[in-house]
């Protein structure tokens, strides 16, 4: 049986049909539900292998983004929880990587405590541009096994998208306890706060996490804006054997419940 996604909106996602097309050519089935459905019950987190938090701009990010999704989605605190612990996955890309920042699940399961934050990009306005992001050496996450150490080019497309944290200290602990999933790297593959290859300036060029089981993901750039061959913007010239960088991180998910 095919793994089940449920691709969760609300007022102002607009990445969910991009995502739920992801998963769908990595091999699984999904089904957007809007929020409200969840909060009556309806319909039930546990039914569902993965939760993705998609892109876009929940309730027009008026308050700071992601910040009333995650409010929202306090209400289901103890349906989260039971999910985490299920072993099941979740993924937040953009806005989806701020909500669970804003709520606590990255990286330490702090559900109404945030540890880390997304803020402004050091130029304070939006950027859309290809970077490239490199998987560390040592991650344990089934969302990327195999790629460590690799460099992948992925869209960037945000306005917050500078992690910060509260000490010098904890923004260490990240690397530290193997937590940091993504870093912009320059054009020698290494990570990089200089611009325009880091987007939002973010210190020692973090551009994801993961939790500290590994089994949830969020990152600012989009793996499902490099999916398909023509995705990629130099696809003429790309061996006929190319794998999407972006589509690899779904494959892996898929290949967890396989």
């Known amino acids: 049986m095919k793994p089940k ?17 992801a998963f ?44 009333i999704l995650a409010h929202n989605l306090l209400k289901l605190k103890d349906d989260l929880y039971k999910f985490i612990e299920s072993k099941k996955l979740i993924i937040g890309i953009c806005n989806g990587f701020q909500v ?27 950027e859309c541009r290809w970077v490239d992001i490199k998987i ?40 530290d306890k193997e937590l940091v999933a993504f870093q912009y790297v320059d054009g020698n593959d290494n990570p990089t706060e200089e611009y325009p290859y880091n987007p939002n300036g973010s210190k ?3 551009a994801g996490l993961v939790d500290i089981t590994g089994k949830i993901l969020g990152m600012m750039p989009h793996p499902e804006r490099n999916v398909e061959r023509f995705h990629h913007p ?18 892996n998910a898929i290949d967890y419940f396989n």
């Not at 969302?143 to 944290?165: D, F, P, R, V, Y």
Request: charged share 25%; proline share 4%.
């Open 136 to 175: 560390p050496e040592k991650i344990n996450s089934p969302w990327l096994k195999g790629l460590n150490g690799k460099t992948m080019k992925i869209q960037a497309a945000h306005a917050e998208g500078k992690l910060i944290t509260k000490t010098d200290e904890e923004y260490q602990a990240l690397f």
């Open 24 to 67: 769908e050519l990595a091999g699984a089935t999904t089904e957007e539900v809007h929020l409200n459905l969840i909060l009556s019950g309806e319909k039930k987190l546990n039914d569902f292998d993965i939760i993705a938090f998609s892109g876009g701009f929940s309730y027009g990010d008026d308050v700071k983004s992601g910040k």
């Open 234 to 251: 130099n696809f003429k010239d790309l061996p006929e054997d190319y794998i999407p960088d972006g589509l690899k991180i779904f494959q």
């Open 204 to 206: 020692l060029g973090v």
């Open 5 to 21: 996604i449920l691709v969760l909106i609300t007022d102002g996602i607009n990445c969910n049909v991009e995502t739920g097309r």
């Open 100 to 126: 669970l920042t804003t709520l606590g699940i990255l990286p330490y399961n702090n559900l109404g405590s945030p540890d880390v934050s997304l803020y402004w990009n050091d130029n304070a306005h939006f």
